[in-house]
């Protein structure tokens, strides 16, 4: 099967979907391609040690092609633009089917008038959290609505399925969008499951480099700290349990202006003087941290670094909302009351203050990881997709909600084939 990947953008050496599923589905057989812009990941810009602008052309990568297509028109820090030459590019891979990576923006229309234009199927991915799509004022109601009423609808013939990554994705295709369920085919983001593992030196020599006793308790955050993300209440909950337990909190990624310190500031000096801020941390490295925690915790805003943690042996803990209910099929974690510090203590409590509950729920998170998380699977599972967009087949089952709960749990931790 030859496979299209449209996105806005790709960066090697990072950790996001583009990153992994495309190189995945090439493991598996698939002829695929990626075609993307020049131009650096809009959100790292200024940081020098991403990657600039790259020169146009064809870029082999790990048995992917990488076509690189100049930017025209573009917008918002270089998230909006259409790409020059798409047509032709497209016209030359001729592929079964092509893989567009975001329900809404100049890219997706550009993609979906060229798919009809040369009579090739689509599939739409979605992994559009709440977050952004809040606040919604005029414009960007108007916005959605143009999508909505406008370009989805107009190029229907072409879009043979949607592929909400989350359930929360799922609502947003439906109630934002007004794309019916029978439309939706069921997939995740995912984690490389042979990179991101439990591993016991690293853990004890994670713990030795930052100054933690390999006995203690240590609850981890992941990822970019911005106002979103919320770690100010992890802060708060973990000044609530400081006089009851002797926890390390750390916190891996970098913070945006002014986080940091605020962050130290709402600190209680017991807990201050056991924060550990990392800041920004090569992707390569993140395994180590994370083998290093026991509980990792995201009280806002999702992040993909929760199905690595969860790859890496530590039980989850996440926000109420819809966002993160699927990562914790297996029992491998647990949820509290987004924005309540005192709710986020209670869970955080319930676990701590039993040690084989903990132990369980790391290795549930581990199993979950293999089951249903690993990039192996999601790949699998989305050239199943496609083929059901091709041949109007329905082979892929739902992979969240409470029917699946548990099922494929067996008490300890595979061993995982990672040759």
């Not at 917008?75 to 567009?100: M, N, V, W």
């Not at 713990?207 to 933690?212: A, E, F, N, P, V």
Request: aromatic share 10%; net charge neutral.
């Amino acid at each position: 099967m030859r496979v299209a990947h449209i996105t806005v953008s790709y960066q090697e050496g990072l950790g996001y979907e583009e990153n992994h599923l495309p190189f995945f589905q090439a493991r598996l057989g698939a002829d695929v391609s990626i075609v993307t812009t020049t131009l650096p990941l809009a959100w790292w810009q200024g940081l020098e040690h991403f990657q600039a602008g790259t020169i146009p052309g064809v870029y082999e990568e790990r048995g992917v092609r990488v076509h690189r297509l100049k930017a025209r028109f573009q917008a918002r820090k270089g998230t909006q633009f259409f790409l020059e030459g798409l047509k032709k590019t497209l016209s030359e891979i001729r592929p079964d089917i092509l893989h567009i990576h975001n329900p809404i923006g100049a890219l997706t229309v550009q993609a979906l008038a060229v798919a009809k234009a040369l009579g090739l199927s689509a599939v739409i991915d979605c992994h559009l959290w709440r977050f952004l799509t809040y606040p919604r004022g005029p414009v960007r109601r108007a916005y959605y609505q143009l999508f909505r009423r406008g370009f989805l609808p107009y190029y229907g013939s072409v879009i043979k399925r949607y592929i909400p990554l989350g359930p929360e994705p799922e609502d947003i295709l439906h109630d934002l969008f007004g794309i019916p369920h029978s439309l939706m085919a069921h997939s995740t983001l995912g984690a490389d499951t042979c990179s991101f593992r439990y591993d016991e030196s690293a853990r004890l020599d994670t713990r030795r480099s930052l100054g933690i006793p390999g006995d203690a308790l240590v609850i981890m955050f992941g990822g970019r700290i911005d106002r979103g993300k919320e770690v100010d209440v992890l802060v708060e909950a973990c000044n609530i349990l400081t006089e009851k337990y002797d926890l390390r909190l750390l916190l891996v990624g970098p913070a945006v202006p002014g986080m940091a310190e605020g962050l130290v500031r709402a600190a209680r000096p017991e807990v201050r003087n056991k924060l550990i801020m990392t800041g920004l941390v090569p992707y390569a490295e993140l395994p180590k941290y994370m083998s290093s925690a026991d509980i990792a915790v995201w009280p806002g805003d999702p992040g993909i670094a929760m199905n690595e943690a969860m790859a890496c042996q530590a039980a989850l803990v996440h926000s109420d909302e819809a966002a993160g209910r699927h990562l914790t099929l297996y029992g491998n974690g647990a949820a509290f009351e987004r924005g309540n510090a005192r709710s986020l203590a209670r869970t955080l409590d319930s676990i701590l203050a039993d040690p084989y509950r903990l132990a369980d729920m790391r290795l549930r998170s581990r199993r979950l990881a293999e089951d249903v998380f690993d990039w192996k699977v999601v790949a699998a599972r989305t050239l199943g997709i496609y083929g059901d967009a091709l041949y109007g087949t329905d082979t892929a089952a739902a992979i969240w909600g409470p029917a699946i709960q548990g099922q494929g749990f067996e008490a300890g931790v595979s061993v995982k084939d990672c040759v």
